[in-house]
């Protein structure tokens, strides 16, 4: 059985294409287990994992929960709202303690950049990074591709574009150099004050007229603003953002082809996407969530599979 290249998961650059297609093969299996009557393995019944979530979350947190449980793995759950950080015990303590209860991996979101890699450092666990603030999301681009894989086949040769809110979005990053690495065409779209400034070192274009970059796509990324990370105001109105970046039913009947619409969520209905799009056939969000579990088991089981028992 072939192995990952990392010993963690702590973003999509550390990972290689090969570890790309493996983690999809290996989801592949899971997804026809997670659709069996009994949808349930016995993989890791060894294995315990802690879920760390420094920063709210629901999808992604039901998401690894389920594929953990799927695996049949112990967990245990720490939501920092209701823990010590509050009281001031750091990051490398509160880690410790839950590692004493011999924990073998770890799920962590942090709203801190390179909060993983600061831990893999420093703490004898498989770390698997579930955002680390506006850095990576290495699952969520996973499952995003995957889902590409399996509406249209395959990844490489297709035109990607990602919509709305890259400066602040980990998911763009993550997505970014998973879809480089696997030969995709990526270019983004939003207000140039959510652009970064040097995104073009990515191998990337940047593409400001929404009409042009849907004509451009086969697949539409289209991201939250995500207002509690901006300090400052980045677009003038909600309502000018919906006219110039928001996808509606309107735009998308003006092109000439049918692309297909993603989003990670959690989705702000009415503001970067209208609910009817939202909702519609050509829009896989719920295969995403779906393909979520698949994946993480995936990531999951190819991680325990290196810890020796
Ligand atoms: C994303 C996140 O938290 O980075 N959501 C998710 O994981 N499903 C994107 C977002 O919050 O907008």
């Not at 962590?108 to 603030?133: E, T, Y």
């Amino acid at each position: 059985m072939s192995q990952l290249s990392v010993e963690h998961l702590l973003g999509i650059k550390y990972l290689n294409k090969q570890d790309i297609d493996l983690i999809f093969q290996t989801a592949d299996h899971f997804k026809e287990v997670i659709n069996r009557p009994i949808k349930k393995v016995p993989s890791l019944r060894d294995i315990t994992i802690a879920n760390l979530f420094f920063e709210n979350s629901t999808r992604t947190k039901l998401s690894f929960e389920l594929a953990e449980k799927r695996l049949s793995a112990d967990i245990i759950n720490f939501s920092a709202g209701q823990s010590s950080v509050k009281k001031g015990e750091t990051l490398i303590d509160t880690v410790n303690n839950i590692l004493s209860m011999k924990v073998d991996i770890v799920v962590m979101r942090h709203p801190n950049v390179g909060a993983g890699v600061f831990l893999s450092q420093h703490v004898d666990a498989k770390i698997i990074n579930a955002g680390d603030g506006t850095h990576e999301h290495p699952t969520q681009a996973l499952l995003d591709s995957y889902s590409i894989r399996e509406k249209l086949g395959s990844v490489t040769g297709k035109k990607v574009v990602i919509i709305g809110d890259i400066l602040h979005s980990r998911v763009a990053l993550s997505n970014i150099f998973a879809l480089k690495m696997q030969g995709a065409q990526v270019k983004v779209c939003g207000p140039t004050t959510l652009i970064p400034k040097h995104v073009k070192s990515l191998g990337i274009e940047v593409e400001i007229n929404l009409k042009k970059a849907l004509a451009w796509c086969d697949v539409a990324n289209v991201l939250r603003v995500q207002h509690e990370r901006m300090d400052i105001k980045y677009f003038p109105t909600t309502r000018e953002y919906k006219q110039l970046f928001g996808i509606n039913k309107e735009i998308l009947d003006s092109l000439d082809k049918k692309i297909v619409i993603m989003h990670p969520g959690p989705i702000n209905r009415g503001v970067e996407i209208t609910s009817d799009v939202a909702d519609a056939d050509q829009s896989i969000i719920l295969n995403q969530v779906e393909n979520g579990v698949a994946v993480r088991m995936a990531v999951i089981y190819l991680l325990a599979q290196q810890i020796k028992r």
